[in-house]
């Protein structure tokens, strides 16, 4: 979309109302996430907030979108529609019913019905890249800030013109953001490929591809020789001295979660065990997507789950001819295997919502197209 188009959408009267309300929930999640002067003494869960964001989202495609079908599109829904149904069937055989959790994710059920304009979505990421700042203000750094901050900073390339100039400018401000907020070895990482892909994908099927060649042999360059210089506190940052000559720990690599995900898995039942599927003494969860599910909800959930968020991926690769929503779902994945929980512990409330209108929005686009 031109530059132009982009920012007539903003400065409108609804693209700034709509654009603040989203900063200013977001700006709160984000307070919550970070604890800013002991906040989760007052609000405990960010339920509520979530609730009211796909409110707002919901309020929105009321007045500007319509339901549509399609057969892939019903394909999607009715796998969706199997999560959803088989989570509720856990909470009950657990007895552990979470009405909120429930409104949540029949609130998002319905948001995925709509076509959803690409303006909202632009609406969401402005308000979220907004809020980004107030993770500064954490006392320590946190693993929750850079998940965060890498997955909503993906998000924010959608409007980002397709140029190395541009995309550097971008990144500039948002590594040194990521740098301030986290140590996470994930986030770091993820984010370092997440670029690089980018970078890949704009020079070799956007610009020139001489010129883009060239760039990224020259960017290659400098990434190798900064890696030979600092070899060695890289090396000890992101093995955390787990790689000896006698083998490999796991569970020094993953920081102590090895173990506990063995725990999780030797323990799976069909429904899973609810809220209290692990001694919560040594971690606040799982950190991973899929063993979070399969403790909570079980092994048909899970099942069920990775069905979605797969099928999730390969539509936003697809559909799209930018590839940051499949990029951003692949990110989604590999933060989660080692960091990100999936919904219902509330600490990543920006990035849960991008996932989903990403979905809602590829869905849209997905329903156009005919095989």
């Given at each position: 979309?031109?530059?132009?188009?982009?920012?007539?959408?903003?400065?409108?009267y609804?693209g700034?109302i709509?654009?603040?309300?989203f900063?200013?929930?977001?700006?709160?999640?984000?307070?919550?996430?970070?604890d800013?002067?002991?906040?989760?003494?007052?609000?405990t869960?960010?339920?509520?907030?979530?609730i009211?964001?796909?409110?707002?989202?919901?309020?929105?495609?009321?007045?500007?979108?319509?339901?549509?079908?399609?057969k892939?599109?019903?394909?999607?829904?009715?796998?969706?529609?199997?999560y959803?149904?088989?989570?509720?069937?856990?909470?009950?055989?657990?007895?552990?019913?979470?009405?909120?959790?429930?409104?949540?994710?029949?609130?998002?059920?319905?948001?995925?019905?709509?076509?959803?304009?690409?303006?909202?979505?632009?609406?969401?990421?402005?308000?979220?890249?907004?809020?980004?700042?107030?993770?500064?203000?954490?006392?320590?750094?946190?693993?929750?800030?850079?998940?965060?901050?890498?997955?909503?900073?993906?998000?924010?390339l959608?409007?980002?013109?397709?140029t190395?100039?541009a995309?550097?400018?971008?990144?500039?401000?948002?590594?040194?953001?990521?740098?301030?907020?986290?140590?996470?070895?994930t986030?770091?990482?993820?984010?370092?490929?997440?670029?690089l892909?980018?970078?890949?994908?704009?020079?070799?099927f956007?610009?020139?591809?001489?010129?883009?060649?060239?760039?990224?042999?020259?960017?290659?360059?400098?990434?190798?020789?900064?890696?030979?210089i600092?070899i060695k506190p890289?090396?000890?940052?992101?093995?955390?001295?787990?790689?000896?000559?006698?083998?490999?720990?796991?569970?020094?690599?993953?920081?102590?979660?090895?173990n506990?995900?063995?725990?999780?898995?030797?323990?799976?039942?069909?429904?899973?065990?609810?809220?209290?599927y692990?001694?919560?003494?040594m971690?606040?969860?799982?950190?991973?997507?899929?063993?979070?599910?399969?403790?909570?909800?079980?092994?048909?959930?899970?099942?069920?789950?990775?069905?979605?968020?797969?099928?999730?991926?390969?539509?936003?690769?697809?559909?799209?001819?930018?590839?940051?929503?499949g990029?951003?779902?692949?990110g989604?994945?590999?933060?989660?295997?080692?960091?990100?929980?999936?919904l219902?512990?509330?600490?990543?409330?920006?990035?849960?919502?991008?996932?989903?209108v990403?979905?809602?929005?590829?869905?849209?686009?997905?329903?156009?197209?005919?095989?």
């Amino acid at each position: 979309m031109p530059e132009s188009k982009i920012l007539k959408i903003f400065i409108s009267y609804e693209g700034i109302i709509f654009t603040l309300m989203f900063f200013v929930m977001f700006s709160l999640t984000n307070l919550i996430m970070i604890d800013f002067s002991g906040i989760r003494e007052v609000v405990t869960s960010q339920n509520p907030l979530i609730i009211i964001i796909l409110s707002i989202i919901t309020a929105y495609l009321l007045n500007h979108s319509k339901i549509v079908f399609s057969k892939h599109k019903n394909i999607f829904l009715c796998i969706w529609g199997l999560y959803v149904l088989s989570i509720i069937i856990s909470m009950f055989v657990n007895q552990n019913i979470l009405i909120d959790e429930i409104i949540i994710l029949l609130m998002v059920s319905f948001v995925m019905l709509f076509q959803l304009p690409r303006q909202l979505l632009f609406f969401i990421i402005m308000g979220a890249l907004f809020s980004l700042p107030w993770l500064l203000l954490s006392e320590i750094t946190l693993n929750e800030s850079g998940a965060t901050a890498v997955l909503v900073i993906t998000a924010g390339l959608m409007m980002i013109p397709k140029t190395n100039r541009a995309v550097l400018l971008y990144l500039l401000p948002a590594s040194a953001l990521l740098l301030t907020v986290t140590t996470s070895r994930t986030s770091l990482i993820m984010y370092a490929v997440i670029m690089l892909i980018y970078l890949c994908y704009i020079n070799l099927f956007v610009i020139d591809r001489k010129k883009g060649t060239r760039y990224l042999a020259a960017a290659a360059a400098v990434l190798v020789s900064i890696t030979v210089i600092f070899i060695k506190p890289l090396y000890q940052f992101f093995t955390v001295e787990s790689i000896t000559a006698d083998g490999i720990d796991l569970n020094e690599l993953t920081s102590t979660r090895f173990n506990v995900w063995l725990e999780v898995v030797r323990e799976s039942s069909l429904f899973g065990h609810g809220l209290s599927y692990l001694d919560f003494s040594m971690l606040p969860h799982a950190h991973n997507i899929f063993i979070d599910t399969l403790g909570r909800y079980g092994i048909i959930t899970t099942v069920l789950f990775m069905i979605v968020i797969l099928s999730a991926s390969i539509i936003g690769f697809i559909v799209h001819t930018t590839p940051v929503i499949g990029i951003y779902m692949l990110g989604f994945i590999m933060i989660g295997l080692t960091e990100y929980n999936y919904l219902f512990l509330f600490d990543y409330c920006a990035p849960i919502i991008i996932l989903f209108v990403f979905i809602s929005y590829s869905l849209t686009v997905f329903s156009k197209y005919k095989f």
